[in-house]
């Protein structure tokens, strides 16, 4: 079983410049999230999905869009990139709503650097 | 402000050992408490929870503990291996509300052969 794919990996991006963080789930959950990692601090939620057609912000919103068009596909748009946002960004998904449960599956984390 | 704290950035235990891992809250109404697991390069995995109706809660040589009055819980691996190597984060919610996941900064916990 995939799980949760995340791609790129690794991005290196200029200020100012855009792009999409993708993932997708295989496990048919209704829920997804993004969270971002900064170093030696804990994952923060960007924004979370319960649902096609449904998304909502998390704690730290500010400088991203999503969609969720499809239950496997959860997006994540960067908008003119700035240094702030260098950071590792982690997909996950769950069966319910991961607060209920805790159980979020995620996937292996992209690495985007903004210089 | 942290809600949830996890004052240590590194443990280091001997293999065989016990390892314990440390968390704190500060908000009174979080009622669902989680260890996660993250090896390098991976997105991190559920380990175990606890809620805050128990005390205790345990998986194999996984344990979690839970003082609600002195708003600290606890990670106990009993006996540690070096495949436990890994940073360990502590998570917080409130349940009842439908409240997101609070994550701790997280332990590095290294066990050495």
């Known amino acids: 079983n995939a799980g949760v794919t995340q791609t790129p990996k690794f991005r290196i991006l200029k200020i100012g410049q855009s792009m999409t963080l993708q993932c997708t789930q295989d496990m048919n959950h209704n829920y997804m999230y993004w969270y971002r990692q900064d170093p030696g601090m804990g994952l923060k939620l960007i924004y979370y999905?319960?649902?096609?057609?449904?998304?909502d912000k998390g704690e730290v919103p500010n400088g991203y869009n999503v969609s969720r068009s499809t239950t496997e596909d959860f997006p994540l748009r960067l908008e003119l990139a700035a240094p702030s946002q260098t950071s590792v960004y982690f997909c996950a998904s769950s069966r319910t709503w991961g607060g209920s449960t805790g159980e979020l599956f995620f996937g292996e984390g992209s690495r985007l650097t903004v210089l | 402000d942290q809600q949830v704290k996890q004052n240590s950035p590194s443990l280091s235990v001997q293999e065989g050992r016990i390892s314990i891992l440390n968390c704190d809250y500060t908000?009174?109404?979080?009622?669902?408490f989680l260890w996660y697991k993250k090896y390098p390069a991976e997105g991190p995995t559920f380990l175990i929870s606890?809620?805050?109706?128990?005390d205790k809660n345990e998986d194999g040589r996984f344990t979690v503990f839970l003082n609600k009055s002195a708003k600290h819980l606890s990670l106990h691996i009993v006996p540690s291996q070096p495949g436990d190597s890994a940073v360990y984060f502590c998570?917080?919610?409130?349940?009842?509300?439908?409240?997101?996941?609070?994550f701790g900064k997280g332990t590095k916990l290294s066990v050495k052969p």
């Open positions: 606890i809620s805050s109706i128990k």
């Open positions: 998570a917080a919610t409130t349940r009842g509300s439908q409240g997101n996941l609070i």
């Open positions: 999905s319960v649902g096609a057609g449904i998304t």
């Open positions: 908000n009174s109404m979080f009622d669902y």
